[in-house]
């Protein structure tokens, strides 16, 4: 083997420039040895290792679906089956933490809005209940929960609240049946339309949750 040069490449796997000349490949292209791990390699390869290849394939569907590109066209352009590439979302989603980021707040009196709005995913049949939480003052996202409009997504929404908001906020909801069984009924007031109380599902508010959903 021939000794390094200035010329030589770093190795591709471990950075190291303790690379020397190690022949030639079948093809006839400089082959390279890196003296620290022993990984062989040429410069510019016309291939790719398989593992190479299936991380650059997962580095490129994460940078997909980041975009608003139906799951169906990310499928095409992977050459992944649809059935895959879903039950991977949804293990992703699995792993998403369910609380969302607020600003600490101190023990005082909070109060928070309660709603929920509904959406369709893809198609007419796939209808999805977005839950929202929102502190009066702040106008920050303090819950939020999707799924379906039963009395366990009303849970969820209140398991998504910080601890602070669940032991002091005063909560304003509709008249839905769910969430008198779920709040905490010295702190819970549900008010009609007819009283004056600001609603939380402005027409920004609606617009990203739309948005999110597509």
Known sequence: ????????????????????????????????????CGRQFVENPQWQRVSER????????????????PLAGIARVLKVSEKWLQSYVNHKYENVPQQVEVEPKPKRRLIVQMDELWSFVDDKGNKQWVWLAIDAETREIVGCYIGDRSGDSAQKLWESL??????????????YSSYPVVLPSKRHRAVGKERERPTILSDSTVRYVNEYLD
Not at 1 to 25: A, D, L
Not at 169 to 174: F, S, V
């Open 1 to 36: 083997m021939s000794e390094s040069s200035p010329s030589s490449p770093s190795c591709p796997s471990c950075q190291s420039v303790s690379v020397v000349k190690n022949g030639s490949t079948r093809h006839g292209k400089q082959n390279y040895k890196c003296r620290d």
């Open 54 to 69: 299936i991380q650059d394939t997962y580095d490129l569907l994460e940078r997909l679906l980041l975009e608003k590109i």
């Open 162 to 175: 910080p601890s602070v908001y669940r032991q002091c906020a005063i909560i304003y909801t509709d008249f």
